[in-house]
């Protein structure tokens, strides 16, 4: 038996929402942000075809489209609380509905951040997600705060997820377990929340790595008015079994990586390598910040390289 909008959304999108006013059953929410905080608010649109693939699967698909508004959360040193969910369906199928709502709360529940409304209707699949969170009032992490002397660091590593997408275009072949590998950081992204709010006060600008890791830091060159210099022999590889041309341009510019890159006086390079620690995840410096503007690549051998490609553009790829 077909099911309708308002039953769609009882049946598997209403929730308590504890830290909230009023939560999903009214025309709007209500929130009341913390004493002595500033709201945190981003969005992002995943639409099939453009973002993911058509048949992925929806527990994926409902973690992934929390985890890169989280890991915006954590780009801005904030604590995420809330999310409204948009969701444009082509049909009601109830077993895809229920992995998505399942892979979406996985993740909710485990950061604590609740869905207080959004909006269903019917046209080609896309999912859009609003998040919003607090940050202490004037301690929120921005593009525009790199400094000459600061280091550039990056978490984790970054080009898996763009290999997953060669591959599934049918552009390259690789072996069953570094498939597995690089589906899982396409898939289900891990937000360094955690990591995100530690640098409050530490780091002077972080951005998350979205479109590739030489195009958003070229936004933080640009907001703040600086040269990063990045050395290509420091930045970590994933451990991929594939030519070293594709490996470098994967790691470089692939994107969908959703890992931290941020910078901090070289005067706190102790105190980064013990937040990497108490955050559980691997930080590495792979630059330095000068006077001047863009971002300029040394090779391995030492001389500055033009990369064919510096990241993905919505309306340029």
Same mark, same amino acid.
């Given at each position: 038996?077909?099911?309708?909008?308002?039953?769609?959304?009882?049946?598997?999108?209403?929730?308590?929402?504890?830290?909230?006013?009023?939560?999903?059953?009214?025309?709007?929410?209500?929130?009341?942000?913390?004493?002595?905080?500033?709201?945190?608010?981003?969005?992002?649109?995943?639409?099939?075809?453009?973002?993911?693939?058509?048949?992925?699967?929806?527990?994926?698909?409902?973690?992934?489209?929390?985890?890169?508004?989280?890991?915006?959360?954590?780009?801005?040193?904030?604590?995420?609380?809330?999310?409204?969910?948009?969701?444009?369906?082509?049909?009601?199928?109830?077993?895809?509905?229920?992995?998505?709502?399942?892979?979406?709360?996985?993740?909710?529940?485990?950061?604590?951040?609740?869905?207080?409304?959004?909006?269903?209707?019917?046209?080609?699949?896309?999912?859009?997600? #609003?998040?919003? $969170? +607090? !940050?202490? %009032? @004037?301690?929120?992490? &921005?593009?525009?705060? *790199?400094?000459?002397? =600061?280091?550039?660091?990056?978490?984790?590593?970054?080009?898996?997820?763009?290999?997953?997408?060669? #591959?599934?275009? $049918? +552009? !390259?072949? %690789? @072996?069953?377990?570094? &498939?597995?590998?690089? *589906?899982?950081?396409? =898939?289900?992204?891990?937000?360094?929340?955690?990591?995100?709010?530690?640098?409050?006060?530490?780091?002077?600008?972080?951005?998350? !790595?979205?479109? @590739?890791?030489?195009?958003?830091?070229?936004?933080?060159?640009?907001?703040?008015?600086?040269?990063?210099?990045?050395?290509?022999?420091?930045?970590?590889?994933?451990?991929?079994?594939?030519?070293?041309?594709?490996?470098?341009?994967?790691?470089?510019?692939?994107?969908?990586?959703?890992?931290?890159?941020?910078?901090?006086?070289?005067?706190?390079?102790?105190?980064?390598?013990?937040?990497?620690?108490?955050?559980?995840?691997?930080?590495?410096?792979?630059?330095?910040?000068?006077?001047?503007?863009?971002?300029?690549?040394?090779?391995?051998?030492?001389?500055?390289?033009?990369?064919?490609?510096?990241?993905?553009?919505?309306?340029?790829?």
């Amino acid at each position: 038996m077909a099911i309708g909008e308002f039953e769609l959304i009882r049946r598997y999108f209403t929730r308590s929402s504890a830290n909230a006013v009023l939560g999903i059953g009214d025309d709007a929410a209500l929130v009341a942000p913390s004493a002595g905080m500033q709201l945190a608010i981003a969005a992002d649109t995943m639409v099939e075809g453009r973002h993911f693939f058509p048949g992925t699967d929806p527990h994926s698909l409902g973690w992934k489209a929390l985890a890169v508004n989280l890991s915006d959360m954590a780009a801005m040193g904030a604590d995420p609380r809330w999310f409204t969910l948009c969701l444009t369906l082509p049909s009601v199928d109830e077993r895809w509905l229920s992995g998505f709502a399942e892979g979406l709360f996985a993740l909710a529940d485990r950061f604590g951040v609740s869905l207080i409304g959004g909006d269903t209707t019917s046209g080609p699949l896309s999912i859009s997600i #609003q998040i919003i $969170g +607090e !940050v202490p %009032v @004037g301690r929120a992490l &921005r593009r525009s705060g *790199a400094q000459a002397g =600061d280091d550039v660091w990056l978490s984790g590593v970054t080009g898996a997820a763009a290999l997953a997408v060669r #591959q599934r275009m $049918g +552009e !390259v072949v %690789v @072996g069953d377990l570094e &498939r597995e590998f690089c *589906a899982g950081k396409l =898939d289900r992204p891990e937000p360094r929340v955690v990591l995100g709010q530690a640098l409050r006060g530490i780091a002077t600008s972080a951005i998350d !790595v979205s479109d @590739g890791l030489l195009a958003d830091l070229g936004h933080i060159a640009k907001a703040s008015g600086v040269q990063i210099l990045l050395d290509q022999w420091a930045i970590p590889l994933p451990p991929l079994s594939v030519r070293a041309e594709l490996l470098d341009e994967l790691v470089l510019s692939g994107g969908d990586d959703y890992e931290l890159v941020f910078t901090a006086p070289a005067s706190r390079r102790t105190l980064v390598e013990d937040l990497a620690l108490s955050a559980g995840v691997s930080l590495t410096r792979i630059g330095m910040v000068e006077a001047g503007n863009g971002v300029a690549l040394f090779g391995r051998d030492g001389h500055i390289v033009q990369p064919h490609k510096a990241g993905f553009d919505h309306f340029l790829n």
